[in-house]
């Protein structure tokens, strides 16, 4: 999480579509907190352990904080359910 935003990301053209962001956390336990805006209908996202496949947590369009995270790498999957494309804005902070 150092802040580059990827090209396309933030835009989710189809219901298919879908962002990842893989970020790697090296303290031991981490607070994660998560926090969607500007969200099209449907709007969801999932925190995945990277080196497991584990699904950490889901959330949709309001902040979530995540305690308790172990280091690890990570991926953040911004995807739509039932809503149509568009566009929304994400951002994500860790404290150790």
């Known amino acids: 999480m150092n802040g580059a935003t990827a090209a396309g990301a933030g835009n989710l ?5 879908h962002d990842v962001f893989r970020f790697t956390l090296s303290a031991s336990t981490s607070t994660l907190s ?11 996202w999932d925190l995945v352990n ?4 584990a699904l950490v947590k889901s959330g949709a369009c309001t902040a979530t904080t995540v305690a308790g995270v172990a280091g690890g790498t990570y991926r953040l999957l911004v ?3 039932s809503g ?3 566009t929304y804005a ?6 150790a």
Do not use: K, N, Y
């Open 34 to 44: 998560v926090t969607p805006s500007s969200c099209p209908a449907g709007l969801g």
């Open 90 to 95: 994400l951002t994500a902070s860790v404290t």
């Open 13 to 17: 053209e189809a219901r298919a579509a």
């Open 79 to 81: 995807h739509l359910g």
């Open 84 to 86: 149509g494309p568009g």
């Open 50 to 53: 990277d080196a497991t496949g």
